[in-house]
């Protein structure tokens, strides 16, 4: 019988064991998402899965309601904020393997429960921005009410998208406020044409002490901040990047047979010449996909029904080099099996028990390996005040 005709009660399990083959050297790079779609969000600490640390329970996020044109002004903003750096923006949503800091650009603070008077959040300073996978929101419709505004005046205020939506950004990469209004990271809104400063500016903080004492007093004294230093540090400088990442697939070889129901070990190896890239192994017939995540694991268990199956790899950059790398691998049944007590029969290996308590034992532990990944600890959301101005 074949395993699929057990109603689909066959399911790939995958668990991370190992620690990885992963090798990656340089800085590491990083995606900023704009994302003006709006749409589901709720508890948790990925962006790619629509989730953020200070977001209570599940809601939609509302649309930015500005035009087109408003939202290409902001992200070429945004864009001109970081160029100095190895920081990407977009306003497509990236593939989830590849880890990004997500703006939810929409709404009002009324929207998340806060003081009206807020212009975005961050839901905490990440220091030394120990999650690759943060959320913060710009809270656009303080600034742009609808698209009907007079041109100009939403053009000056779209500009005001872009760089709040980076200041907050700036926070999920552990800026902390500093400096007046040419700095992108002043506590309010900025004039004239605001950078990521270089050079040390006082902190503007609410506490006693910088959040991020540590990191941040390796480019200036205590109570002070370069932002572009820091940036520098953890991105790298802004050229293009055009080597692909490295992907291949240990094992199994292509043409491999094996048994359903058989737990195979696949290994790969992926690198790339900068950190924070991401990867996926995917078997695409069964529309099943594994996401890398930190730690890189370099083994793989999966547990495939009978037939031909494609397992994918695929690692891609920040400026979105792919590199990937493919297999196909058969499960089949011996043609006339033996009567041999060391082989089950189909009846007995069957995939519905064989697989199915096994399946729920690998998933149990992928959670459990999930578990051990813990943010860093959080010192409650990090709020912006408006000026004067709208
Ligand atoms: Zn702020």
Known sequence: ?????????????????????????????????????????????????????????????????????????ALGEAQRLVAPFGVRVVAQRPPPHLPYTHVRVGGDPVTLGLDAKLNGLACDVDCGDASHRDTVFMFSEKWIVTAALPELAEDERALQVGRIAMHEAGHAWGLEHAGGTGSVMSRFPSVGTPEFVEGCLGLDIDLDASECGGEREQFCPAGQQDAFAELRGLFGAGERDVEPPHAAILWPPDGHVMRPGEVLVVEVEVADDHEGFGWMLEVPELGWEHLGREPDPAGLELVVPEGRWTLRLEAIDHDRNVGEAAVTIEARWPREPEPDPDVPSPQAACACRGAGSGASAWWAMLVAAARWRRRPVSRGPRADRGSSRP
Do not use: K, N
């Open 1 to 73: 019988m074949s395993s699929r005709a057990h109603g689909g009660a066959w399911v790939l399990a995958i668990a991370a064991w190992l620690v990885p083959a992963s090798a990656a050297g340089g800085t590491r790079r990083t995606t900023v998402f704009l994302d003006f779609g709006g749409g589901p969000i709720g508890p948790g600490d990925d962006s790619s899965q629509g989730t953020a640390t200070c977001v209570p329970e599940p809601f939609v996020y509302p649309i930015f309601l500005g035009s087109d044109r408003a939202a290409e002004i």
